[in-house]
């Protein structure tokens, strides 16, 4: 997700607050942990009032369905602003100890830096932990940090190539299956039609670290306030050393992404390909309505040919310490990521995380006219099973991403290579992280 | 002079003309050019509808922010830069000090130590959380301050005591009107910072009901980005052009009172 200059500060600030925090009490509610649902049933029988901070547009359906299901909750829904505005808020609530919602959307690379510090409920407590067998792998990882479970999975994004088949069909262009292939594309596109590009990307955080994810890079590990940080693993120079070729060949558009611009690209046919979530084919449909006919979905592709992918975005619902009600907002959680809620998020073209719901039949063999007719769920539901394993973020990715443009951007604007950037990210990331109470080591 | 005119005009012109046009004329056309369809009226229809008509309360707040703080703002500044021009008292030299420094802090640094602050009264999410942080204005005060210093003679307020005239006296029936292009200036400032402040409503507020439309535009816009993403651009240009319009009539209307108070003068000499 493409980060925002101007949020820079507010998650700078947000992220003090949050590691204020740090030291305080955690694990205090291990003793009335009884691993068990009864207390979560009875919760919704009781009934009561919960809070639910989210900016997800499958929202309103969902508490909708939830309050018919459910009438003795009410449930106060809250667009308290898109990503890191919602956790600038959530850090000043948690800070000041009152004023959050009960229930919160969390994205992944958001999650650790707020379960760490304790601020989150351990769902294990309620006997969610039985729920693993049901979800991705890769999504149910994103919620466990170190032994607790701080959220359920909601969507996700495992990776797959979006590509424009007019284009590729025009040039004479195979779909490439390895990255050598889609370099060799890149090439041969720009070469036929100078306009045209392959891609775009002018430096985007959450697209670097999911393709060193995708190279089977481990970058961040966290033990405890231990944090190490090697941007210089394999899997880094792996994927270095195909996107070079590309941005020092001036193969990519600049343009920025989630802008008019890029909107319009998508639409005409500038940018040819998009390797990124699943969650895409709902904001073509939405946003790039001149693309209709045009595009279509292939396994990304990998560095030998084997199936490999990774997540790019995605984000779980999570209970708030500060809760008054814990019990009946894991009730709610329970409901939207384990329940009744899935179907009204697929139905608004979410792309979810349960294994049930990404291999039931109706879901794998819908046809989607915006791509041609193809089965495109196919695709992506391999693509969710192929994800990379062992992956984490930092405690403190919301600060990296703010940063990067300062360190890897540098290295797309100057068409220096991007090994350079990231040793000056790392670098930095090393710095703050032990200005900030963390032990943080590199290599 | 004509680069200076080029480069104020330009965003604007982009503005007036972007919000003519539909969500897919806006991701397909250039954006110095009209669109196929002139959609100016619709837009302005829909962002007064979209999300059961948000953008009207939005608007509604950011009124009452203005009105309240920045005219509260402006009073108060008013009151003490008059009385710290022309009164001798104990302390005046500290309080210069303060003002002085309190113009140096930006209000952003003070944003997060202001909210656990009001988290603490209690008033986190509530209007007043965004209101009572605008009243004070110390840039407001040293610019009524300077301004009474000059523009007051003393030989005036003499005359009105002289007269049997008690000081709130003098000062609503005689300084007051002398300080009128002063106020003015301080409250075009205070209104303009108040209508376009984002930061302060955006880490106090959680609940989108009292949102500023600076914060909810932004919420419009940020909805564009991401998973699930729905881009409503032409709606956040449509807003921004409305929003812009309140400011450009109070800026016309303010200006008959800076330019008669200019002249003003009463004593010679």
């Not at chain 1, 929202?59 to 009410?74: D, L, M, R």
């Not at chain 2, 948000?54 to 009073?75: E, P, S």
Request: charged share 15%.
């Amino acid at each position: 997700m493409a980060p925002l200059r101007r949020h820079r500060a507010v998650a700078a600030l947000a992220l003090a607050a949050a590691l204020a925090t740090a030291c305080g009490s955690p694990g205090q509610d291990a003793a009335k942990a009884n691993g068990t649902q009864d207390s979560v049933d009875a919760a919704l029988k009781a009934g009561g009032t919960i809070t639910y901070w989210t900016w997800t547009p499958s929202a309103k359906a969902q508490v909708a369905a939830f309050e018919q299901e459910y009438p003795n909750v009410k449930v106060n829904l809250v667009n308290a602003g898109t990503g890191n505005d919602e956790y600038t808020k959530l850090q000043n609530a948690v800070k000041a100890g009152s004023g959050g919602p009960d229930v919160a959307q969390i994205e992944y690379q958001a999650l650790p830096q707020f379960a760490l510090p304790g601020s989150l409920v351990d769902l294990n407590q309620y006997g969610f932990g039985t729920f693993q067998k049901d979800y991705t792998p890769s999504t149910w990882t994103s919620v466990n940090v170190g032994s607790g479970l701080y959220g359920l999975p909601q969507d996700s994004g495992p990776m797959a190539l979006f590509y424009n088949k007019e284009d590729f069909d025009k040039y004479g262009i195979a779909v490439p299956k390895t990255w050598d292939e889609y370099l060799d594309a890149a090439k041969k596109l720009h070469a036929a039609d100078p306009t045209k590009f392959i891609t775009s990307d002018n430096g985007d955080a959450g697209f670097t670290t999911s393709m060193i994810w995708q190279a089977g890079g481990h970058p961040f590990s966290t033990d405890g306030r231990n944090v190490k940080i090697n941007l210089n693993d394999a899997g880094a120079q792996k994927w270095t050393k195909v996107w070079d070729q590309l941005v020092q060949g001036k193969l990519l558009s600049t343009v920025k992404g989630w802008s008019d611009d890029w909107y319009r690209e998508l639409g005409d046919g500038t940018i040819a390909t998009l390797v990124t979530g699943a969650w895409m084919p709902g904001v073509f449909k939405s946003s790039v309505a001149a693309g209709s006919g045009k595009w279509a979905v292939a396994p990304m592709p990998t560095y030998d040919g084997q199936p490999v992918s990774a997540e790019n975005g995605g984000s779980a619902q999570s209970v708030l310490k500060q809760s008054q009600n814990p019990t009946l907002a894991a009730a709610f959680v329970r409901w939207l990521n384990h329940g009744n809620g899935i179907k009204s998020f697929i139905a608004s073209g979410g792309f979810p995380s349960t294994t049930a719901d990404l291999n039931a039949p109706a879901f794998l063999d819908a046809t989607d006219p915006y791509f041609g007719g193809q089965k495109i769920n196919q695709v992506l539901t391999a693509a969710s099973g192929a994800v990379a394993k062992g992956w984490s973020y930092l405690p403190y990715q919301l600060y990296a991403n703010s940063i990067y443009n300062d360190t890897v951007g540098k290295s797309y604007l100057n068409g220096t290579p991007i090994e350079g950037g990231l040793k000056a990210w790392q670098s930095a990331l090393v710095d703050y992280g032990n200005q900030q109470g963390f032990t943080v080591s590199a290599g | 002079m004509s680069l200076y005119l080029l480069y104020t005009l330009i965003p604007l012109v982009w503005l007036v003309i972007s919000a003519t046009k539909t969500q897919p004329d806006l991701l397909s056309t250039p954006g110095l050019s009209f669109g196929g369809v002139f959609a100016l009226f619709d837009n302005i229809r829909q962002t007064f509808t979209y999300d059961n008509g948000v953008f009207l309360r939005w608007l509604g707040n950011t009124l009452l922010y203005v009105v309240v703080g920045a005219g509260g703002a402006t009073i108060l500044a008013t009151a003490a830069g008059y009385g710290l021009a022309k009164y001798r008292f104990r302390g005046r030299q500290a309080v210069f000090a303060v003002v002085l420094g309190a113009i140096a802090v930006p209000a952003t640094a003070l944003a997060v130590p202001t909210f656990l602050l009001f988290s603490r009264l209690g008033l986190t999410d509530t209007p007043l959380a965004v209101i009572i942080p605008s009243l004070i204005s110390p840039f407001g005060l040293y610019l009524i301050w300077v301004y009474a210093t000059d523009a007051i003679p003393d030989e005036m307020m003499e005359a009105a005591r002289i007269d049997g005239a008690g000081e709130i006296r003098i000062f609503l029936a005689v300084t007051l009107r002398q300080l009128v292009p002063g106020i003015v200036t301080v409250a075009l400032f205070a209104v303009v910072s108040t209508w376009n402040n984002y930061f302060l409503p955006l880490i106090m507020l959680s609940d989108p009901n009292w949102f500023p439309l600076t914060v909810g535009l932004n919420q419009w816009s940020a909805q564009a980005i991401g998973a699930g993403a729905q881009p409503i651009y032409h709606l956040v240009i449509t807003g921004s052009l409305l929003t812009i319009i309140p400011l450009v009539i109070a800026f016309l209307f303010l200006q008959r009172f800076w330019q008669s108070g200019l002249t003003a003068g009463s004593v010679k000499q």
